[in-house]
């Protein structure tokens, strides 16, 4: 991984009063390049190919200028080219995922947030290390050779929702296993999925006060998960069964959420849970991250999964959510990614969001 000394000599030579704000053309771009325009930060586009046209379609965020490459693998080439431009790179679960996270950790350009995060979120085993050490309550694992009752898949790493799968046995999981594939097998929690969109400012000292900075939730979601959500109306489990249908779990889209307002200090105690363990371990978690969570009817909550990055589940808020309008009206994540790195420019402190 690129030192934290090399990223602050690239930095050095920057001009803090014309930063521009970089990213892949996808994910969760358009709400990036929209908050940074609103907080007057240039804006540059790196696509694969030729430019999206849908781009075109909405003005207010198509990047003020774009960057090609011929693939993911060549973002590497164009290091110096951003650097040029006083670029800072904001990742997203698309951008790491294809670029690959070994690739990432050694992209010699400025980047907002923690890369150190990339070896515990990345890795299942590890993830639940510091979860679990933040005191998080989390599916158990199962053995799959004493699968009891239905366990949740999944594959290792940001896939958007491919290749997770429910089994029943173990006579099922070996049906649909991948066993060239890194996996966790979880218990399957029955209740409503939430996902809690945080963020985490080591910089600013006015909030939800932690050991060090403070705590925002700027928003919740719920995922649109294709087949999974329609399957069942064409039959029983059973039904489906026999007729050679399993659901799937591939992210389609995203349904806005709020929690009711007593379960607030618990979702806040969670986010406050895992930055606090993030600091002891790798010296913290920066800027956007999300925690997928299902809350059952004992209204426990159960921490399934960490995004130590911005979600698509944002996308839903370009123009502030219930949450964020309580905050400053007109928040986005995007706008307050751009925001915290204006503030770390003003005041000498980019060292500390930046790696």
């Not at 080219?81 to 070994?102: C, D, Q, R, W």
């Not at 029943?168 to 809690?196: A, C, M, S, W």
């Not at 002891?280 to 999964?305: R, S």
Request: proline content about 5%.
């Amino acid at each position: 991984m690129i030192s934290k000394q090399q990223i602050s000599e690239i930095l050095s030579k920057y001009d803090l009063n014309d930063l521009a704000i970089a990213t892949v053309c996808s994910h969760s771009s358009l709400q990036i390049f929209d908050g940074a325009r609103k907080e007057g930060l240039r804006t540059i586009g790196i696509c694969v190919g030729q430019p999206p046209r849908f781009y075109d379609a909405f003005p207010k965020a198509k990047p003020d200028e774009y960057i090609v490459v011929e693939s993911y693998s060549d973002i590497p080439k164009i290091a110096e080219e951003l650097v040029s431009k006083n670029a800072i790179i904001i990742p997203h679960g698309s951008f790491v995922e294809y670029m690959g996270t070994e690739s990432f950790a050694e992209l010699a350009v400025p980047t907002f947030g923690n890369r150190a995060v990339l070896e515990w979120e990345s890795d299942r085993d590890k993830e639940r290390e510091w979860l679990e050490g933040a005191g998080i309550h989390m599916p158990k694992i199962v053995d799959p050779e004493k699968i009891e009752s239905p366990v949740m898949v999944k594959y290792h790493g940001a896939k958007g929702g491919r290749g997770f799968f429910i089994a029943k046995d173990y006579e099922e999981f070996k049906q649909y296993i991948d066993p060239n594939e890194k996996h966790t097998v979880q218990e399957f929690i029955v209740g409503t999925r939430y996902y809690l969109h945080f963020f985490y400012s080591p910089i600013r000292e006015e909030g939800y006060k932690l050991s060090e900075g403070i705590l925002e939730m700027l928003s919740m979601d719920r995922r649109v998960e294709s087949n999974a959500d329609e399957i069942f109306r064409l039959g029983s489990p059973k039904e489906l069964e026999d007729a050679g249908i399993h659901p799937t779990y591939v992210v389609t889209g995203n349904v806005p959420l709020v929690a009711r307002e007593s379960l607030l200090p618990r979702i806040f105690s969670l986010g406050e849970k895992v930055v606090e363990e993030s600091l002891g371990l790798f010296g913290g978690m920066i800027g956007p991250f999300c925690l997928e969570t299902v809350f059952t009817d004992k209204l426990e909550i159960k921490v399934f999964e960490i995004s130590a990055r911005i979600v698509a589940g944002t996308n839903l808020y370009t123009s502030g959510s219930p949450y964020s309008d309580m905050i400053e009206e007109d928040l986005s994540t995007g706008k307050r990614i751009a925001q915290e790195i204006k503030l770390g420019a003003r005041t000498g402190k980019l060292d500390l969001i930046l790696s």
